[in-house]
């Protein structure tokens, strides 16, 4: 079983904690994570462009004039794709774009993740980060002293203050554990883990 170093807001060694070889010490298949988080991204796309076609355009079907003998086009109803203000011709539609990954894929891009991010030596482990009141400036000096400025902050349980200080603060983002994926973590550099969530996480992932 891994060892990590817990430390503290000043970025002092404070304690010791463990971390479950199966889920901190995966092998990293990147097909695995490719594939999650691609649909991670397709389901987040709203799929709401739509168009009109024929038959939802409003307006008269009675054809426009007679077939023959005018020497003009065959035109049928003032709907034609062809005529200004007609129907369109295979335009999008409003469509969901996620499809499923099975749970337990799911489950080992996870593990896959956190395990790069401790093989990378990008994993941090702190005892707590509590904010007295909401201030961007005291939370921005506490992340220049642990010497971060690309992370996600993964937390408990909600931190109001902690969470409304981190929001302005670009390439930061502050997460509870409940809501922890794939995406978020390889997106940031750092991957900053409070004690308490390491056993949120290893009782979601030991199942």
């Known amino acids: 079983m891994a060892v990590a ?3 503290n807001s000043k970025a002092e060694k404070v304690a010791q904690v463990d971390l479950a070889d199966e889920i901190f010490n995966v092998p990293v298949k990147t097909g695995i994570l490719h594939a999650v988080v691609t649909a991670q991204l397709a389901a987040r796309r709203s799929g709401t462009a739509s168009v009109k076609n024929r038959s939802d355009v409003t307006g008269s079907r009675k054809k426009l004039f007679r077939q023959k003998g005018t020497g003009r086009a065959r ?17 999008p539609v409003k469509r969901s774009y996620a499809h499923k ?11 896959m993740a956190l395990s790069s991010k401790r093989d990378a030596q990008a994993l941090f482990v702190m005892d707590q980060l509590e904010m007295e009141q909401p201030k961007t400036k005291a939370f921005v000096e506490t992340l220049r002293t642990l010497g971060l400025d690309n992370a996600l902050i993964v937390i408990d349980k909600p931190n109001y203050a902690l969470e409304l200080s981190a929001r302005n603060v670009p390439e930061v983002k ?6 922890l994926n794939v995406y978020d973590i390889l997106k940031y ?10 056993g949120q996480i290893e009782g979601r992932l030991l199942k």
């Open 5 to 7: 170093d817990v430390i």
């Open 75 to 91: 035109r049928g109803d003032v709907k034609s794709p062809l005529l200004r203000g007609g129907g369109v011709i295979f335009g």
């Open 101 to 111: 990954v099975p749970k337990k894929v799911k489950r080992l891009a996870l593990k």
């Open 174 to 179: 502050v997460l509870q554990s409940a809501g």
């Open 189 to 198: 550099e750092h991957l900053v883990l409070l004690k308490d969530t390491i």
